[in-house]
């Protein structure tokens, strides 16, 4: 079973937890692809009573028949897209909604309006550095298609409406099933150098035969062959992946993983609400 758990990821709950008193709101993002498997068990134990909006990143990317029963499934949600700008622009105004009781409270103080604090968590790859980045106009944290990009919390005013606390990713000790942690493997929230590649691929393809085998047969034209060492080997022949008559099966599941990430095989979603 994939598993990971970095020590620095500890101390990021820690520092969670003592920052929490700073913030509004927490946004929690889960990738729209896998909203159930990216979003940490630990995390409303963590952040308590704060209250919480939960942001469906890379919705763009997902399955849009399966967007809208997941949205159904929190509940204070949004379906976002830090890349193409998707529901950027609600971000703040759904926030206001979650605290419209807090700022009521202020206003009736006597309170001054200010920025909204909200603090940024989620799993590795999710999306928080792309977010920011978005709402901020420019690049100011660093981004990259793999887990482990932030590493300490920092402070980013966005606007005069809101101010960010970004965290460090932080992965749970232990997965609930095997297919939680494949899920995690596919969308890039685990390091690829620290799992078997071939269990991965294998129940990838088995999924797709499942719920996609339309987008399965049109990417890699395979005349609805249905076993997956036919599959892999006829990926492999097809794009010139063989090497003394032998087809490199590593590099055909870099070619299908690539694939998965970068939308070639149309829009999925791999957690199955009714699942």
Excluded: C
């Amino acid at each position: 079973m994939v598993q990971w758990y970095p020590g620095h990821m500890e101390k990021a709950k820690r520092d969670i937890q003592s920052k929490l008193k700073l913030v509004d709101i927490v946004f929690e993002l889960v990738d729209a692809r896998v909203p159930k498997s990216s979003q940490n068990p630990m995390m409303n134990e963590i952040i308590d009573n704060k209250p919480k909006l939960v942001l469906m990143t890379k919705s763009t990317m997902a399955d849009s028949k399966l967007n809208q029963l997941w949205i159904n499934q929190f509940e204070n949600a949004l379906l976002i897209d830090a890349i193409t700008g998707f529901n950027i622009n609600k971000i703040v105004p759904a926030s206001r909604e979650v605290l419209k009781d807090k700022l009521l409270r202020d206003k009736q103080r006597g309170m001054k309006p200010r920025a909204i604090r909200a603090m940024v968590i989620g799993i590795p790859n999710v999306g928080k550095s792309t977010l920011i980045n978005r709402l901020v106009n420019k690049k100011v944290t660093n981004v990259g298609n793999r887990p482990g990009i932030t590493k300490a919390q920092q402070w980013i005013r966005i606007n005069k409406d809101l101010e960010l606390l970004d965290n460090p990713g932080i992965l749970w000790s232990k997965f609930a099933d095997e297919k939680q942690g494949f899920h995690l493997a596919l969308t890039g929230a685990i390091k690829d150098q620290i799992y078997h590649k071939d269990d991965v691929i294998l129940y990838f393809l088995d999924f797709l035969k499942k719920y996609y085998p339309k987008n399965l047969n049109d990417r890699y034209q395979l005349d609805n062959i249905n076993d997956n060492i036919e599959i892999l080997n006829a990926i492999g022949k097809s794009r010139g992946l063989v090497r003394n008559n032998e087809v490199e099966y590593e590099r055909v599941y870099e070619v299908i993983l690539n694939d998965f990430r970068k939308n070639h095989l149309g829009l999925i979603t791999l957690d199955r609400v009714n699942e």
